[in-house]
Nanobody
Framework: LQLQASGGGLVPAGGSLRLSCKAS????????IAWIRQAPGKGREWVSC????????DYADSVKGRFTISRDNANLTVFLQMDSLEVEDTAIYYC????????????????????????WGQGTQVTVSS
């Protein structure tokens, strides 16, 4: 039962990356999936979340208009498309799965607290150079 985050790397400012968060070993359908990041020397910051249905999404103000979250439930994967990357986006990016059940498939979560999530990925490093 795990989440696997991947897709990080080193890119110049203004570039793009697409992160993936793949689930295995659990029923994916009733979980909201969030991306949370932690920059060097800073606390964790909630970045984005997508509801179980995929019909509701939200973003932190710092990434709104530049990042896009989506999910492919058939392949148990959530994506975070990151465009117009800035040096301030440099961080380890984690994904978390939050169980909400069949009655809340359009609900999202906005917490950066890893203990609130039922599953937590290992993180992928994103480095944006100036």
């Amino acid at each position: 039962l795990q989440l696997q985050a991947s897709g990080g790397g080193l890119v110049p400012a203004g570039g793009s990356l697409r992160l993936s968060c793949k689930a295995s070993g659990f029923t994916y359908a009733y979980y909201a999936i969030a991306w949370i990041r932690q920059a060097p020397g800073k606390g964790r910051e909630w970045v984005s979340c997508i509801s179980a249905s995929g019909g509701t999404t939200d973003y932190a103000d710092s990434v709104k208009g530049r990042f896009t979250i989506s999910r492919d439930n058939a392949n148990l994967t959530v994506f975070l498309q990151m465009d117009s990357l800035e040096v301030e986006d440099t961080a380890i990016y984690y994904c978390g799965a939050y169980y909400l059940g069949p009655l809340h498939t359009n609900t999202i979560v906005t917490t950066a607290d890893s203990s609130a999530y039922d599953y937590w990925g290992q993180g992928t490093q994103v480095t944006v150079s100036s």
